[in-house]
């Protein structure tokens, strides 16, 4: 039995974590959220020569040959600088989804390009009406010369204003809510037809409506087989979770610290408030909650090393659960006890506790997730 | 036991429902629905003179200073029917804070001077009571007020003063001796904005807004005719005023509301093609909340009957406070569920016709600027152990 990373899973974890603490400060950050485009290029193009963007990608490609757990390592150091640049967008949900591709002429495509820094991805699968049902999908796909027409309306595609590519999910047969029909579809964001309405989101991140008016793409820009996209997010949609709680659990892990490190300094009634017991053991019960998330991640980075598709399935949903409630509980008591200072927006708690709740309902709120898990749990 | 009405008091809510219908129009709810907008200040005095013309601005003040001679049952229908309409509150900062302060404790120059404008809502008050060191702990404040002559020489800082940069007025906790206790040597001091050496610099919150900011006091000179009642006893007069707020604070009738805001957004809002408000899960969400609302729905008629029969706000009024602000954040943080990913996007590049789900900004602000509910007016570590302290005896 063992419980740590790897040398080599160490020293990215490290790589990253320097750059955090040395690079990523409050006010660089706060800078990169208010310039134009609302990442750092210079930055992204430091991850690329530092390897990070390579990490979960097949040495075939250039990549580093990662795991789920090299993604985790990446993820929880990223969230414990709120760092805003689009990893998990492009490498951990765009990558993953590109990595479990069958068409092997558009992996040797596009992956290297993500890898060398330049290309930007995301996945463009919420509409309006779909809510957390990601096989809810009214866009629709038709055959046409040259391969599809792509016809719908995408919402909050995370960094959507700066992807140079999106994966769409659009129907290609079925009713609108079957599971089988939906098809994975690569499109260029300069694509004729494709529009782009970019918005600032809480967290500092942005997110894009697409539209998609008649544009036409080539048959080669499928995923796999038409009509079993879902097939495929479904295979990497451990991965993304697991990856996005890795970076909640950065974020959980920061903000106890903080939360506890305020109390020490904090007088009031001529004594540091971290010597009142009522808070002494609401501190205990966050602590307590940040070791359980992190448990229950590593629950899910062992199972995913195994063969067991249905314990690894209820393992992640169970994390994506705990992240939402305990994330919740962290967030709303770094806030309470802190007081006052906890509301402004020049401290760095508020901002932490904001991307924490963007990551929960990030594919699929914690009710969502706990729901999936009972349907796996109690069937009678 | 019953909670029936009498017929006057039916009437008298008719009465109140008609005003409130024909009064608040549109126009009115649209400029207010914001909250804190640039147009904020003159829609919200706009419906306060409103308020004032019909003689209800103030009801909880004394008949002989303009207060309307309610009974304690007509207090609580008008309170519960303008939470049901959504009409947001007065400004309590002079209507309710400032001046029950100086009618009960000022001297007759002040009361001239200063409460016929705070009903007119000529004049906007804010609060000066936190200061950096002082929070939880008030009695620790350090403004320091220095008697010279005709005037008193203030320094100091004051935090968290709402809507500060609207004000004309603030009413200041300032240490005017160092007594044996730190409770001692305070006063009760109104300091007007325009004093050379008073500046107001803004605070943004974690909902992107500008509601609060800090209040600096540099050589501030402020005549001693400023001064409420005597000098080092401000601090029996402010304990005075807390009870009350916190009593304001169980908003139930404005938690209705939005409970019910909330349901019927939950029959728009869909997922796999099924309307949230028929969800199992969703369901015991919104009745884990709504139950605990029925519960305190009937705590504050007991509060308000024992009040009728002429008892004083005690402890109970923290109840209402802890509980209050627990309900509305949780509606907060469920509409915000509601919104899902939607929650998270800021107004500055779309509107909310082009994101959909339109209440989604509402309930991403009003989740974050709700957390400080359960900070201010005494926080609810602070309610608790008042509570365990007066009811429980500990």
């Given at each position: 039995?063992?419980?740590?990373?790897?040398e080599?899973?160490?020293?990215?974890?490290?790589?990253?974590?320097?750059?955090?603490?040395?690079?990523?400060?409050f006010d660089?950050?706060?800078?990169?959220?208010?310039?134009d485009?609302?990442?750092?290029?210079k930055?992204?193009?430091?991850?690329a020569?530092?390897?990070w963007l390579?990490v979960p990608f097949?040495?075939e490609y250039g990549?580093?040959?990662?795991?789920v757990e090299?993604i985790?390592?990446?993820m929880?150091?990223l969230?414990k600088?709120i760092?805003v640049?689009p990893?998990?967008?492009?490498v951990?949900?765009f990558?993953?989804?590109?990595s479990a591709s069958?068409?092997e002429a558009l992996k040797?495509?596009?992956?290297?390009?993500i890898?060398?820094?330049s290309c930007m991805?995301?996945?463009a699968c919420v509409e309006a009406q779909?809510?957390f049902e990601?096989?809810?999908?009214a866009?629709?796909?038709t055959?046409?010369?040259?391969g599809?027409?792509i016809?719908g309306?995408?919402?909050?595609?995370a960094n959507?204003g700066?992807a140079d590519k999106f994966?769409?999910?659009a129907?290609?047969?079925g009713?609108?809510f079957d599971r089988?029909g939906v098809s994975?579809?690569?499109?260029?964001?300069s694509?004729?037809?494709?529009?782009v309405k970019?918005?600032k989101?809480m967290?500092?991140q942005s997110?894009a409506?697409v539209?998609?008016t008649d544009a036409?793409?080539?048959?080669s820009?499928?995923l796999n087989?038409?009509g079993?996209?879902?097939?495929?997010?479904?295979q990497v949609m451990?991965?993304?979770?697991?990856?996005?709680?890795?970076?909640?659990l950065g974020?959980?892990?920061t903000l106890?610290?903080l939360?506890?490190?305020y109390?020490?300094?904090?007088?009031q009634?001529?004594?540091?408030?971290?010597?009142f017991?009522?808070?002494?053991?609401?501190?205990v019960?966050?602590?307590m909650a940040?070791?359980?998330?992190k448990?229950?991640l590593?629950?899910g980075?062992?199972?995913?090393?195994?063969?067991?598709?249905h314990e690894?399935?209820?393992?992640v949903h169970?994390l994506k659960?705990?992240v939402a409630?305990?994330g919740r509980?962290?967030?709303e008591?770094?806030i309470?006890i802190?007081?006052g200072?906890?509301m402004t927006?020049e401290?760095?708690?508020g901002?932490f506790v904001?991307r924490?709740?963007m990551?929960?309902v990030?594919?699929g709120?914690?009710?969502?997730?706990?729901?999936k898990f009972?349907?796996?749990?109690?069937?009678? | 036991?019953?909670?029936?009405f009498?017929?006057e008091?039916?009437a008298?809510?008719d009465?109140?429902r008609?005003?409130?219908?024909?009064?608040?129009?549109a126009?009115?709810?649209?400029r207010l629905?914001?909250?804190q907008?640039?147009?904020?200040?003159?829609?919200?005095?706009?419906?306060?003179?409103?308020l004032?013309?019909?003689?209800?601005?103030?009801?909880?003040?004394?008949?002989?200073y303009?207060?309307t001679g309610w009974?304690?049952?007509?207090k609580?229908i008008y309170?519960?029917?303008?939470g049901l309409?959504?009409i947001?509150?007065v400004?309590p900062f002079?209507?309710?804070?400032?001046a029950?302060?100086?009618?009960?404790?000022g001297?007759e120059?002040?009361?001239?001077?200063?409460?016929?404008?705070?009903?007119?809502s000529?004049d906007?008050?804010c609060q000066g009571?936190?200061e950096?060191g002082a929070?939880s702990d008030?009695?620790?404040?350090?403004?320091t007020?220095?008697?010279?002559?005709?005037d008193y020489?203030?320094?100091?800082r004051?935090i968290w003063?709402?809507f500060?940069?609207?004000?004309d007025?603030i009413?200041?906790?300032v240490?005017?001796?160092?007594g044996?206790r730190?409770?001692?040597g305070?006063?009760?001091?109104?300091?007007?904005m325009?004093?050379?050496?008073?500046?107001?610099k803004p605070i943004?919150?974690?909902?992107?807004?500008?509601?609060?900011?800090?209040?600096l006091f540099?050589?501030?000179?402020?005549p001693?005719?400023?001064l409420?009642?005597?000098?080092d006893k401000?601090?029996?007069?402010a304990k005075?005023?807390?009870a009350?707020e916190r009593t304001?604070?169980?908003?139930?009738?404005d938690s209705t509301?939005?409970?019910?805001?909330l349901?019927?957004r939950?029959?728009?809002?869909?997922?796999?093609?099924?309307?949230?408000?028929n969800?199992?899960?969703?369901?015991?969400r919104?009745s884990?909340i709504e139950m605990?609302?029925?519960?305190?729905e009937?705590t504050e008629?007991?509060?308000?009957?024992s009040?009728?029969a002429?008892?004083m706000?005690?402890?109970?009024?923290?109840l209402?406070?802890?509980?209050g602000t627990?309900?509305?954040?949780a509606?907060?943080?469920?509409?915000?569920?509601?919104?899902?990913d939607?929650g998270?996007?800021?107004p500055?590049?779309?509107?909310?016709?082009?994101l959909?789900h339109?209440?989604a900004f509402?309930?991403r602000?009003?989740?974050?600027y709700?957390r400080a509910a359960?900070?201010?007016g005494g926080s609810n570590?602070?309610?608790r152990n008042?509570?365990?302290?007066a009811?429980l005896g500990?």
């Amino acid at each position: 039995m063992n419980f740590d990373f790897t040398e080599e899973q160490t020293m990215i974890k490290d790589s990253v974590s320097r750059f955090v603490r040395e690079e990523y400060d409050f006010d660089t950050r706060r800078g990169i959220i208010e310039s134009d485009e609302g990442i750092s290029r210079k930055f992204w193009s430091m991850f690329a020569e530092l390897g990070w963007l390579s990490v979960p990608f097949a040495e075939e490609y250039g990549g580093f040959g990662g795991t789920v757990e090299d993604i985790a390592a990446v993820m929880e150091e990223l969230g414990k600088g709120i760092v805003v640049e689009p990893y998990a967008s492009t490498v951990v949900v765009f990558g993953g989804l590109l990595s479990a591709s069958t068409n092997e002429a558009l992996k040797s495509e596009v992956i290297p390009s993500i890898i060398d820094g330049s290309c930007m991805g995301s996945f463009a699968c919420v509409e309006a009406q779909s809510r957390f049902e990601m096989a809810d999908v009214a866009t629709t796909a038709t055959a046409c010369d040259g391969g599809y027409k792509i016809n719908g309306e995408k919402t909050v595609v995370a960094n959507g204003g700066t992807a140079d590519k999106f994966i769409v999910t659009a129907r290609t047969s079925g009713s609108q809510f079957d599971r089988s029909g939906v098809s994975l579809f690569l499109v260029d964001a300069s694509t004729a037809g494709v529009t782009v309405k970019s918005y600032k989101m809480m967290d500092g991140q942005s997110a894009a409506t697409v539209t998609f008016t008649d544009a036409v793409v080539a048959e080669s820009q499928l995923l796999n087989t038409t009509g079993e996209g879902m097939d495929l997010v479904d295979q990497v949609m451990p991965q993304i979770l697991m990856g996005l709680s890795a970076e909640a659990l950065g974020i959980m892990a920061t903000l106890n610290t903080l939360t506890v490190e305020y109390t020490k300094v904090r007088q009031q009634f001529d004594t540091p408030i971290s010597s009142f017991q009522v808070l002494q053991h609401r501190m205990v019960d966050t602590f307590m909650a940040c070791e359980q998330t992190k448990s229950m991640l590593y629950r899910g980075l062992c199972q995913a090393g195994e063969d067991d598709a249905h314990e690894l399935s209820k393992t992640v949903h169970a994390l994506k659960a705990t992240v939402a409630r305990y994330g919740r509980l962290i967030g709303e008591e770094a806030i309470q006890i802190h007081g006052g200072i906890g509301m402004t927006d020049e401290l760095n708690v508020g901002h932490f506790v904001k991307r924490l709740m963007m990551i929960n309902v990030t594919f699929g709120d914690g009710d969502f997730h706990q729901k999936k898990f009972n349907q796996l749990s109690y069937s009678a | 036991m019953d909670i029936k009405f009498s017929a006057e008091d039916l009437a008298f809510r008719d009465e109140v429902r008609e005003f409130f219908a024909t009064e608040y129009d549109a126009d009115m709810a649209a400029r207010l629905s914001g909250g804190q907008g640039s147009d904020y200040k003159p829609a919200i005095v706009a419906w306060q003179k409103k308020l004032h013309a019909k003689g209800w601005i103030a009801p909880g003040w004394p008949v002989e200073y303009g207060g309307t001679g309610w009974n304690a049952t007509q207090k609580f229908i008008y309170e519960t029917e303008r939470g049901l309409a959504g009409i947001p509150d007065v400004v309590p900062f002079g209507l309710k804070m400032v001046a029950p302060v100086i009618y009960t404790f000022g001297n007759e120059e002040q009361k001239a001077k200063f409460l016929p404008r705070i009903l007119e809502s000529e004049d906007w008050w804010c609060q000066g009571y936190s200061e950096p060191g002082a929070g939880s702990d008030l009695a620790a404040l350090n403004t320091t007020a220095e008697y010279a002559g005709d005037d008193y020489i203030v320094n100091g800082r004051k935090i968290w003063t709402t809507f500060a940069q609207y004000a004309d007025w603030i009413f200041c906790l300032v240490r005017t001796s160092k007594g044996m206790r730190k409770q001692q040597g305070i006063s009760f001091l109104l300091i007007d904005m325009n004093t050379p050496g008073v500046t107001v610099k803004p605070i943004v919150t974690i909902d992107g807004k500008h509601s609060l900011n800090e209040v600096l006091f540099e050589d501030a000179r402020v005549p001693v005719a400023n001064l409420i009642g005597e000098q080092d006893k401000g601090w029996t007069y402010a304990k005075a005023l807390l009870a009350h707020e916190r009593t304001g604070m169980a908003e139930i009738a404005d938690s209705t509301r939005s409970l019910d805001a909330l349901k019927r957004r939950a029959t728009t809002e869909i997922n796999g093609g099924q309307a949230m408000i028929n969800d199992p899960v969703f369901q015991m969400r919104l009745s884990d909340i709504e139950m605990e609302l029925m519960a305190l729905e009937y705590t504050e008629l007991r509060v308000f009957a024992s009040m009728a029969a002429g008892g004083m706000p005690g402890p109970e009024s923290s109840l209402l406070k802890i509980k209050g602000t627990e309900i509305t954040q949780a509606i907060q943080e469920l509409q915000l569920q509601l919104a899902a990913d939607y929650g998270g996007a800021l107004p500055e590049d779309l509107n909310a016709e082009q994101l959909g789900h339109d209440y989604a900004f509402e309930a991403r602000g009003k989740y974050m600027y709700g957390r400080a509910a359960t900070i201010y007016g005494g926080s609810n570590e602070v309610q608790r152990n008042v509570i365990a302290k007066a009811v429980l005896g500990l």
